[in-house]
């Protein structure tokens, strides 16, 4: 099993949708969670950082994590053709990050 | 954040060639980390390379095949020796910030013929 689980996707949602994506964790010593975005050709780019159970907010994106049931998602509200890209969460324990396998999403317009 | 750039962008090599990645920060760092990704991939972490100490690698990495040299806080290289067609992958550094957050350099697409 690996350590952080994500579905591959691809994710096609319509412009303006609200998408969600997901990752689950196996090991409860983690403790930090970020949402990287990826586009194609470039490197990652970090959107969301967050270390507590509950909600975080950024503009159109929030991140949740339920640390109790070892869930993490990102929501994008208004989905838009520009938001098309791969969004990798990845978590922190000790002195590495671990990443899980990445969703492609893609918003049309 | 920090503003990371890595060269080559991209290169095609020859088997049993070498090639060495520059990545350069624009503020001094603590940690850096080279990721590979190969195509359609997440990320892999090849090691850490913290400046003033020998860098550490992760399982299924070795140090004669991705040799690293940190110099100084702005500034790694990581070798990619010997290559094989299955090197052919995006190489990727990254730095670390006290609050545990990592920033990625643009890559480094190899192809190996």
């Known amino acids: 099993q690996k350590e952080v689980e994500q579905d591959p996707g691809p994710l096609s949602v319509p412009e303006g949708a609200i998408v969600s994506l997901n990752c689950t964790y196996s090991?409860?010593?983690?403790?930090?969670f970020m949402w990287y975005r990826q586009y194609s050709r470039k490197g990652p780019e970090l959107l969301m950082y967050?270390?507590?159970?509950g909600n975080k907010e950024d503009g159109r994106f929030t991140a949740q994590v339920d640390k109790s049931s070892k869930y993490i998602s990102l929501f994008i509200r208004d989905s838009q053709p520009s938001d098309s890209a791969t969004y990798l969460c990845a978590i922190w324990a000790g002195n590495m990050l671990t990443f899980g396998g990445g969703t492609r999403l893609m918003v049309k317009p | 954040s920090a503003v990371i750039s890595q060269k080559p962008s991209r290169d095609i090599c020859q088997r049993g060639t070498s090639l060495t990645i520059q990545c350069q920060v624009d503020?001094?760092?603590?940690?850096m980390f080279w990721y590979r990704q190969q195509p359609g991939q997440s990320l892999t972490l090849i090691a850490t390379?913290?400046?003033?100490?020998?860098?550490?690698?992760e399982s299924g990495f070795v140090i004669d095949k991705f040799p690293i040299s940190r110099p100084n806080l702005t500034f790694s290289t990581l070798t990619v020796s010997n290559m094989s067609p299955e090197d052919s992958s995006i190489y990727l550094c990254s730095v670390g910030t006290g609050h545990n957050e990592q920033f990625f350099g643009p890559g480094t697409r190899l192809t190996v013929l």
């Open positions: 090991n409860s010593a983690f403790q930090y």
């Open positions: 503020s001094q760092v603590t940690m």
């Open positions: 390379a913290n400046q003033g100490s020998e860098a550490t690698y």
């Open positions: 967050t270390y507590s159970s």
